[in-house]
């Protein structure tokens, strides 16, 4: 049994880009494999990891995967990643799989019963030729103890190779986006006292329910600490870890630490290699990156609010899966959206005008750079280019067809785009996504008389975004703002919009009850062009993207949406996350409020004695139970402004819908 412990001559820059070359790596049955050279942000080469020359040709072989490493898997390769590595089939450990005897397999899969009964079920059979056997988490010994009985047992010793933990047991989406898996499924729901077939349980609801049993919260805390350690291990640098007192982010961090140090002194004991480097790099204790460990109900608003970011705006309006979103009309597709796609890399995090904007662009580029290749060859059309004959040798013949393939990979991208951007227009228009946000950003400015007015008002909002938008007030006033009549007064108003106000029930109780921390109220940036009377730069992307959709908007809806929120754009504020991460990392930039707060956290150091009260080199992982996508851009904000390479996620990535459904049930289980 051994652990998979390779780590790159150099460190990777993220987390997304750590597990892809742990992935690549056991895909080469465990051998290091060697980053080949960055593409370029712009999109004309995505960004590709292979197997080095001199390790010769790849050695073909079969994948086989359940369903959470093929989550894990899917989110960061696509399957011509598999084919250049070697990978020809990937089947699933529990479908009906023929012999192929002459073939190696390898086996990335979750450590359970089920699973391993499965392996030597397989191994009996003599399915492969060989078998590497990976694990996306350490496997128990029980269970190692069950596969050795059955390997004993049947003699099939000599058809295994390996047997690696890989400590992979986590998502992740983007570049510094990591998300946890999700807690396995049970018969009966903690929230819901009618559970359907499908419902699958989340870390906060189990956390949160009064119906959990101490035995499911412990079990939980371990599941979450096991699947933090596997993100520290597969970036391996050692964290100073900082949590607050009192809850389960202080018990998480204390295992997280525990499962540190134990793997520090085993490796220190035995002669085989690490998976954390004692001094990597030089780093000193001051340079080490901080973990910090909160919980989700340190700060709700981020989950509830209406954000104006491309991926809050996908996040909310669209389904999405991982890194899939699909859009339903005007017919149902599934998209994409990864580290591969340059305009999603690139325009995720920007306020969507200015997405418009840069679609807009980037068409423009698009046919300036197809009508130099039609020009050239003297075709009419790009798509005519490989009917061309090259036997005249022409340099520039040559040239179009190796700039085609290229051309159209960022063409089909575009589309992609514009579809999806067409749809979140269509939902800003029907559900007044941009009144929402207005409101919100100026949440601090309402009243209990202003926020009943919108609800009265013949607006476009759902009853749940009312709701969110009630949430959002309420968890953004000061205690005791809101009297028990007036909130008496916005629950009947939500009755009457059919809105279900048990989650509303639930987050006041919940206030009662916690620490939780209301958004600061300080002064906040406002981003260039969000003044005057002109609209500012980022809003011409809606007109350029308008009049490509005139068709869709012949009644002049987009002019009128335009108008409604022509003054406005996102500020540049910190969330309570990064604010308390600067608190830790650096005291001269932050508030007294912020050092407050933060002054009682543990602080675990796992390789040292040293506690260092300030980080100011380090870079920052950060961890909290149930993560969305508009604190991504919060994130990705600060850390561009501070400079620190920033990794942040939890548990879960909400929607906000999907949260507020958590909320509802929590409250219909606390009466």
Not at 162 to 184: C, N, T
Request: glycine fraction near 6%; include cysteine; aromatic fraction near 6%.
């Amino acid at each position: 049994m051994t652990s998979n412990a390779l780590k790159q001559a150099t460190s990777p820059n993220t987390v997304q880009q750590a597990q892809t070359n742990a992935l690549l790596s056991m895909l080469n049955l465990n051998k290091p494999i060697e980053p080949s050279p960055s593409a370029v942000s712009s999109g004309k080469a995505p960004t590709t990891l292979k197997v080095p020359a001199a390790a010769g040709p790849p050695i073909w072989k079969i994948l086989v995967l359940d369903q959470e490493t093929k989550d894990i898997l899917a989110t960061v390769l696509r399957v011509q990643d598999l084919r250049d590595i070697g990978v020809t089939l990937h089947v699933q450990l529990h479908s009906s799989r023929p012999p192929l005897p002459d073939v190696p397999a390898v086996y990335f899969v979750s450590p359970t019963l089920a699973n391993i009964r499965r392996i030597a079920e397989d191994l009996g059979k003599g399915l492969y030729e060989s078998f590497h056997f990976n694990f996306s988490e350490p496997l128990p010994r029980p269970l190692l103890e069950e596969l050795a009985a059955a390997v004993a047992k049947d003699g099939t010793n000599e058809y295994i190779e390996q047997v690696v933990d890989q400590y992979l047991s986590f998502i992740a989406p983007s570049g510094s986006l990591y998300s946890l898996l999700p807690p396995p499924p049970t018969v009966s729901s903690l929230t819901s006292s009618q559970p359907g077939p499908s419902q699958q349980l989340s870390s906060y609801a189990i956390l949160n329910s009064p119906s959990s049993t101490e035995d499911q919260i412990e079990n939980e805390i371990e599941r979450i600490a096991s699947g933090l350690f596997s993100v520290v291990a597969t970036m391996g640098l050692v964290p100073i870890i900082r949590a607050p007192r009192g809850n389960a982010a202080e018990m998480i961090a204390k295992k997280v630490e525990t499962k540190i140090r134990d793997s520090i002194i085993t490796a220190s004991r035995s002669q085989g290699s690490a998976l954390f480097s004692q001094e990597p790099g030089g780093l000193s204790t001051l340079q080490r990156p901080l973990l910090l460990v909160l919980d989700r109900n340190i700060d709700l608003v981020p989950v509830l609010s209406h954000g104006w970011t491309y991926q809050a705006l996908v996040s909310d309006c669209l389904e999405m899966k991982l890194n899939r979103v699909t859009v339903a009309s005007p017919q149902k597709k599934a998209y994409d959206l990864d580290a591969k796609d340059f305009f999603w890399t690139k325009n995720a995090a920007n306020p969507f005008p200015q997405v418009a904007e840069d679609i807009d662009t980037e068409l423009n580029r698009y046919k300036q750079d197809a009508a130099e290749i039609t020009r050239s060859t003297g075709v009419s059309d790009v798509n005519d280019i490989s009917q061309l004959d090259l036997s005249a040798n022409a340099s520039h013949l040559k040239t179009a067809i190796t700039q085609l393939p290229e051309l159209t990979a960022r063409k089909a991208t575009l589309d992609t785009h514009m579809n999806i951007a067409t749809a979140l227009l269509e939902e800003i228009k029907s559900r007044g996504l941009d009144e929402l946000f207005s409101t919100e950003e100026a949440i601090n400015k309402q009243s209990v008389a202003t926020v009943l007015e919108f609800l009265k008002g013949e607006g476009k909002p759902t009853p749940v975004d009312k709701l969110r938008l009630v949430l959002v007030f309420y968890l953004s006033s000061q205690d005791n703002a809101i009297s028990n009549d007036d909130v008496a007064e916005l629950e009947a108003e939500l009755k009457k919009q059919g809105a279900d106000v048990a989650a509303f029930d639930y987050v006041r109780r919940l206030r009662e009850v916690s620490r939780m921390i209301v958004p600061s109220v300080g002064a906040a940036t406002p981003v260039p062009g969000a003044q005057g009377g002109g609209g500012g730069e980022l809003f011409k992307g809606f007109s350029s993207l308008g009049n490509r959709l005139t068709d869709r908007f012949k009644e002049g809806g987009l002019e009128n949406l335009i108008s409604g929120v022509r003054n406005f754009l996102p500020t540049n504020k910190l969330c309570t996350v990064t604010r308390l991460a600067e608190a830790l990392m650096d005291s001269s930039a932050a508030s007294n409020q912020s050092l407050q707060e933060t002054d009682e956290y543990i602080m675990l150091t796992p390789a040292r004695r040293e506690m260092p009260r300030q980080l100011r080199g380090a870079g920052a992982t950060l961890s909290i139970y149930g993560w969305h996508r508009i604190c991504c851009g919060w994130c990705g904000e600060w850390a561009s402004k501070t400079g620190r390479r920033v990794t942040y996620g939890g548990t879960e990535i909400w929607d906000p819908e999907g949260f507020v459904s958590v909320l509802r049930d929590l409250g219909k289980g606390q009466t």
